[in-house]
DNA sequence: CGTCCACAGGAATGACGGGCGG
DNA sequence: CCGCCCGTCATTCCTGTGGACG
């Protein structure tokens, strides 16, 4: 038992501790959704996209842009800092209206939100997307001038519900008099462009901004400016840096990940009570980070889905060399009848592995094998610790879990069921 | 050179829980 | 309360397909 007294004393310490940061100065710099002053090597995408909106300011409505490069190239900020000027600049005669489409990922989610933005209240559902869309289309004309609305992660709403919403909104304006709607599309990837009608691509697509990853120089002064800020002088030297820039630049130039390495090993340096962060904490950050990934992920996700997590990660031990669909949906019906549980069907597994793969927990490529037919090459992509460990917190799977653990320490990977 | 594998992945449909307007 | 519409998960049935095998 812990006195009143003594767990005062703790949570004073951990206050105390925290307003005299030995390492930080203001963490808030690293974190993702902190807008920078100051963007590095994107000038070029900062002028192309301020030119094509400026004729926001006149009133008149600039084209609709994608936004393409892979994550963590700075595209999202890229687009909030230039509008945050526009809108700043317009005095009144543009709007920006924002909505990541990732965390509203259906067309009717996506309008009610847009709704909301411009200050109507709409309900949740119970509507029909018409009546949203209707709705939406009035506030724009009531309001009379220039909406630009960014739509973020747009390939994620392409390929879950279709291009409809976009065919609606670039269409908007043929039926506005005052109002003006341009868009701009952020995608990390730009093969959805093909899953969209044709006129809406042309019209979409009047103007493409492109996003390189940064290399790994880039990173290095990314991360040396924000540092500066983030910490406290002396704190982090040259070579945390250089180790942080160097991972991130090994994942496809992600900043973003570059940026959460330093603050997360900034949090643990602080935590261990040191002085200084080492390349010591940059490794433990970057376990922490995975792991936290992948729990995350997990986490909320529909038990069948686990189920087959849980089943590509036996059939991986089972097959080494290739795992197949069919592979998968045997082991995965193994795994239903070990805890009781009704399978799902083929066709819907197959949906799950695609998803899967969307997810970035799977590499699940489509691929011929002639006489052998047509199938998905699955790999796993995450580590198999984390994964386990992440399954366990599913209560029904925790027995099986621990079996297949001590099967697997004993050398015996074949005899997993039963 | 045609066959035929082992699935991919589209379309239609339905069950279900939930929110809203009336 | 009802009727309507929503999103989500799942099933059923279906057509499509690249290339190794015979």
Known sequence: MITLTTALAVIEEVFRRFKESRIFLCRDVLLPDYIPEALPHREEQLRKLALILAPALRGSKPSNVIVYGPTGTGKTVCVL??????????????????????QYDTSYRVLTELCRQLGLHVPNSGLSTGEVLRRFSDGIEEYGKVAIVVLDEVDVLVKRSGDAVLYHLTRLNTSLSKGKVSIIGISNDLRFTELLDPRVRSSLGEETIVFPP????????????RA??????????????SLCAAIAAREHGDARKALDLLRVAGEIAEREGCEQVTEEHVKKALVQLERDRVSELLRGMPFHMKLVLLAIYVATKRYPLTVTTGDVYSTYCEVCSCIGVTPLTQRRVSDILAQLELLGLVEAKVV???????TRRVKLIVGDEHLLKALEEEPQLRPLISSLRQSLSSGVTSAVVK
Do not use: H, Q, W
């Open 81 to 102: 800092l230039v509008l945050r000027k526009l809108v700043e600049e317009s005095r009144g005669g543009v709007i920006s209206l924002y909505v990541n489409c990732r």
């Open 214 to 225: 940064y290399n790994y120089a880039e990173l290095c002064d990314i991360l040396r400016e």
């Open 228 to 241: 500066r800020l983030a910490f406290k002088p002396g704190v982090v030297s040259d070579s945390v840096i």
């Open 368 to 374: 011929n094998l002639g006489r052998y037919g047509r």
